[in-house]
């Protein structure tokens, strides 16, 4: 999402309301409230969580289609398997589709929010006052594709991260867009 940016009435960037109202459902935002940043995880989300189980499929396809060969079963020949394996293959990159259009990732002038969830929805919020700690994460693998995870801590989280934002593209941009927006708060 890139959308056009327009000016806030408290200084920042503030995101047109068309778009928001597209995106978020309007009860979870305040009256006074404008969103800074909305986002979801990057398209890559998809394959590279998806990657293990394919590769584990498709292992198992192979071995099985081999064993086929040596058996005198009418149900699987090595067609079969493949076309099993491969229905597998794309039944993954479905869900990782699915479970990648629940994430939206929310920065208002007020709070952080995360929603996730497929089947059951999961909503973090917190007021900007409230946050504690911020951390990027960017393994070597999340570098080479562009990516990175940020993670929020509030005081009552006990060590680890309250809410995360998996797999964001621009993430040192991001990142730096939501300390901003954290300093403006707490310095009020």
């Known amino acids: 999402m890139s959308p056009h940016l327009s000016e806030d009435t408290s200084g920042g960037t503030a995101l047109p309301t068309d778009l928001v109202g597209t995106v978020v459902p309007e009860q979870i935002l305040h009256d006074d409230e404008v969103v800074l940043l909305l986002t979801k995880p990057s398209l ?10 394919c590769l584990g499929a498709l292992m198992l396809g192979v071995l099985f289609a081999q064993l086929t060969q040596y058996t005198s079963t009418a149900y699987f020949t090595p067609t079969s398997v493949a076309l099993l394996t491969v229905l597998a293959c794309v039944g993954r990159l479905v869900w990782a589709l699915l ?40 393994p ?29 593209s621009r993430p040192v941009q991001t990142h730096e867009q939501v300390v901003a927006a954290i300093n403006k708060m707490q310095n009020r």
């Open 44 to 53: 890559l989300f998809i394959p590279y969580t998806s990657f293990l189980f």
């Open 99 to 138: 479970v990648w259009t629940s994430h939206i990732y929310m920065l208002t002038n007020q709070r952080i929010v995360t929603i996730k969830g497929v089947l059951n929805v999961h909503m973090f919020q917190a007021h900007l006052r409230k946050i504690q700690k911020t951390d990027l994460y960017r």
């Open 140 to 168: 070597l693998i999340y570098q080479i594709l562009g990516t990175g995870t940020l993670a929020f801590s509030t005081a009552a989280s006990s060590g680890d991260a309250d809410s995360t934002w998996q797999m964001i």
